[in-house]
């Protein structure tokens, strides 16, 4: 099994050196390609208006100069000799579940992966802080727990453009309860703060903040799953549409 590794956080971040690690546990044909630096929060962005440059970092490891989604496209036409049977995205330092999944670059590769017909899972270990714990270490659950949540989804029947969305949640390996399949959620809408500040040209600027969010722990979704203490899958598809609202629709053009 031929994988490729990408992540947002960066070819030198502590999750994507933790999930290169996993992705041996289960092959020896590994590839990474990821980002040259951090790019949390670019969702499916393609750079369109300026060339990427693809470094080499050894042994069938590269880095790009633009987005996740760049980092793949790159990865599977470029940097490798032939197309993946897996994509790995991850392992995200922080939370990407809800409605976040729309802004998430980890996720986003692995739609990019899905895209091109490769079987994809995004991976993400919730922080202590993102729920109130300063004392639990980063990616404590997800380094007892990664290989065995991606064992059955390697073996799982595959639909075209779906993809696999996991979570670890924020507490020590021998305190997560086990895995839940779940839906995704959704926030109590609130996107934090926005800092003005003055740059030294006297020029106004703005700063988004990630203030930790409210949300209602709705029963079988993602975010439940994860305060509860469970590793949380959610399947995921990429078509958008909203297949109940057609025929409504279409009377109001007849």
Not at 14 to 22: D, N, S
Not at 25 to 31: G, R
Not at 165 to 174: G, T
């Amino acid at each position: 099994m031929r994988i490729l590794v990408t992540n947002d956080d960066g070819i030198h971040a502590p999750g994507l050196e933790l999930l290169e690690a996993v992705a041996r546990e289960l092959s020896d044909d590994v590839w990474v390609c990821a980002p040259s630096e951090e790019q949390s929060g670019m969702g499916h962005a393609l750079t369109l208006t300026r060339p990427v440059r693809l470094n080499s970092h050894g042994d069938r490891r590269f880095s790009v100069s633009g987005t996740p989604t760049d980092s793949v496209m790159l990865g599977m036409r470029t940097a490798m000799d032939a197309k993946p049977d897996l994509v790995l995205s991850g392992i995200n330092r922080g939370a990407n579940l809800g409605d976040d999944i729309t802004y998430s670059g980890t996720a986003s590769a692995a739609m990019e992966g899905a895209l091109a017909g490769v079987k994809s899972v995004a991976l993400s270990q919730v922080l202590g802080r993102e729920a109130g714990r300063d004392d639990v270490p980063d990616f404590a659950a997800a380094r007892a727990w990664a290989v065995r949540t991606l064992r059955p989804l390697i073996d799982a029947p595959y639909a075209e453009r779906t993809l696999f969305n996991v979570n670890f949640p924020p507490c020590a390996a021998e305190d997560v309860r086990g895995i839940r399949v779940t839906r995704q959620g959704f926030h109590d809408y609130d996107r934090g703060t926005v800092v003005e500040g003055t740059d030294p040209r006297g020029r106004r600027y703005y700063w988004f903040g990630l203030d930790q969010i409210e949300h209602t722990l709705d029963h079988g979704t993602d975010l439940e799953a994860i305060d509860e203490r469970y590793v949380s899958v959610t399947p995921l598809q990429l078509d958008l549409t909203h297949y109940n609202s057609i025929g409504r629709i279409a009377e109001l053009y007849e």
